[in-house]
């Protein structure tokens, strides 16, 4: 399975929260099996709780995290007090987007928007967040939604473990156009989330406050560890450090900045961090 970031922010850090997952260094190491395992401790952990008893599949206990981020899918709907009928709903949603990795897709099938490989469904923001809704008049020929493909679709459902939940319900997704710096940035969100899953049995998922600053303590951190080749300037290890530190301090003078966060609703999430 040839697998390498696209540069879209939510895919990435997705992409890379299934890499950790799987125990592997880079996506270029993720196969079939590897997929399929975390597909598999998605839906049965995070997503779902399955009943031994009955053998059926309800809604997880996380509903109040995951809404942030997949409003209207069925993870979090209301859905028919029918419980054969919950459970039946569930798995086959599950095929449709942590499965869809295992379609055959068509090689005429359009391009994927994410990635550009051959797509298998085409998807709003009940599955990808900050997309549009299901509205055919906002998209060409008055298709509804964008195309993407399974690999995209699991990545985004690992997006949960990859990204940080912090205070006013919003998730920090930490980016990177290094990859060894992102895989390093989205490993600690792993770790925190896993913790954070225990404690949200009991209460609701932490919320860490001061994002920004967590987040400059964080690359920081990264950075301290992070192998830049040599170059001629030996002052290019800290770009994207100090693009963030020139964000924050924008917001604060209420002058614009080209690296502002991007507000939607109740979601904040940082574009790539850009390099000098």
Known sequence: MITEFTGHPLIDVGLAALTVMSGRALPDDLGPDDCETVADWLFSRLYTTYDATSELYTQGPFKSYLIWLFPNAVWVNNLSKDAQRTSASLRAYAQETLYAFAMEADPEAIACNFCGRPSVRRVSRSVVPLLSGKYPNFNPAGEVGVPACGLCLLAVHALPLGGVATEGRRLMAMHSSNSELLM?????????????????RLADWPQLPYPRTRLVARQHRSRQHYSQPPGPDPHRSGPSLVCFALRASSDRTGEPHRCSPIRH????????????
């Open 184 to 200: 390093q940035m989205t490993r600690w969100a792993v770790d925190h989330n896993r913790a954070a899953m225990h404690q949200a």
């Open 265 to 276: 609703h109740s979601r904040l999430v940082y574009p790539p961090l850009a390099s000098v």
